[in-house]
């Protein structure tokens, strides 16, 4: 059974600039989630969907955005980039059903730096 | 706001003993905890995890106690080996099935061979 596969797995953009990251979950799993991971701030929750539908969302300014195909296949925005956009890109995917807390399996991640 | 945060940022532990990684959080309504390890490069992989109607639970060299009266949890390694170096994570879950984990800031396990 595949695991969690995030594309690309680096990345260099310069500011201003628009980035497009890709997960593609667990056979099975509907429910992404993103995270983004610095040392100063460890790991963050950015969003998290179930169905093609957000049903929950970090702290994170507009500029970051994502959605959810039918497939399950994620995809997460991030335009007008920052310098400290510069992170490594998670994605979870997990079976999570509407009442149920359930283990969620990480990618390797997509490392973003921003020059 | 929920917060899940760690005591100690780096332990250094000599291989064979036993590891004892701190987490605390603050959230009463978080039921479900999750232990991760996270190698270089690679992103978090689980270890083991505990809901809040346990106070124990233990896995293969690892043992998660739960104390949710001073909204605590531990993660104990038994006989740490040079491959348990990694930064460990713990993570809180509110009820309803939601996704919204919250992660500590992680603590780095060094095991001295």
């Known amino acids: 059974k595949a695991g969690v596969t995030q594309t690309p797995r680096y990345l260099i953009k310069t500011r201003g600039q628009q980035v497009t990251l890709s997960c593609s979950p667990i056979?099975?799993?509907?429910?992404v989630s993103w995270y983004q991971q610095t040392p100063g701030q460890g790991l963050q929750f950015l969003f998290e969907?179930?169905?093609?539908?957000?049903?929950n969302k970090g702290n994170f300014p507009g500029r970051f955005s994502g959605r959810q195909f039918s497939n399950s296949r994620s995809e997460m925005n991030v335009s007008t980039l920052e310098l400290g956009d510069s992170a490594l890109y998670l994605c979870?995917?997990?079976?999570?059903?509407?009442?149920?807390?359930?283990?969620?399996?990480f990618g390797q991640g997509t490392r973003l730096t921003v020059v | 706001g929920e917060s899940v945060g760690l005591h100690l940022p780096t332990l250094s532990v000599q291989e064979g003993d036993n590891s004892i990684i701190n987490c605390a959080y603050s959230?009463?309504?978080?039921?479900?905890f999750i232990w991760y390890k996270q190698e270089s490069g690679k992103g978090p992989q689980f270890i083991i995890d505990?809901?809040?109607?346990?106070d124990k639970r233990q896995g293969q060299r690892v043992t998660v106690l739960l104390n949710k009266t001073v909204k605590h949890l531990s993660l104990q390694i038994a006989a740490t080996q040079p491959g348990d170096s990694a930064v460990y994570f713990c993570?809180?879950?509110?009820?309803?099935?939601?996704?919204?984990?919250?992660f500590g800031i992680g603590t780095k396990l060094q095991v001295i061979p």
């Open positions: 969907y179930f169905s093609e539908t957000q049903r």
């Open positions: 993570a809180g879950q509110p009820t309803g099935g939601y996704q919204k984990v919250t």
């Open positions: 505990i809901r809040s109607n346990m």
């Open positions: 056979s099975g799993h509907r429910s």
């Open positions: 959230n009463s309504a978080s039921d479900y």
């Open positions: 979870a995917s997990s079976l999570a059903d509407s009442q149920t807390n359930t283990e969620a399996f």
